[in-house]
Nanobody, 123 residues
Framework: QVQLVESGGGLVQAGGSLRLSCAAS????????MGWFRQPPGKEREFVGG????????YYADSVKGRFTISRDNAKNTYYLQMNSLKPEDTAVYYC????????????????WGQGTQVTVSS
């Protein structure tokens, strides 16, 4: 069992930055692939990006590529989503998720989820 807790959301103006954190506890964190997802108001939950258990492989959705960066610190059992050049369309509830093996773009493959953190980008 893995427990995930996100933090770092909030209100920011367009063009600004935020860093989300996802603290993990429970089973061996370092062997899990991690993903970030988001759910805009009235829309489906969508993949934002993922990182391998070692941290040497990352992948991003086209909508955030070049603006968002995922990293992890296995010693702290924490991984991060650095969001720069934020746009109003980035407004969503952001979720971190974990799965055995490598990351996946498919939300249904993730058995473990955080509670979500709200990110609001004003224009």
């Amino acid at each position: 069992q893995v427990q995930l807790v996100e933090s770092g959301g909030g209100l920011v103006q367009a063009g600004g930055s935020l860093r989300l954190s996802c603290a993990a506890s429970g089973r061996t964190f370092f062997s899990y692939g991690m993903g970030w997802f988001r759910q805009p108001p009235g829309k489906e939950r969508e993949f934002v990006g993922g990182i391998s258990w070692s941290g040497d492989s990352t992948y991003y959705a086209d909508s955030v590529k070049g603006r968002f960066t995922i990293s992890r610190d296995n010693a702290k059992n924490t991984y991060y989503l650095q969001m720069n050049s934020l746009k109003p369309e980035d407004t969503a509830v952001y979720y971190c998720a974990a799965k055995a093996g490598t990351w996946s773009t498919t939300r249904y493959e993730y058995p473990y989820w955080g509670q979500g953190t709200q990110v609001t980008v004003s224009s």
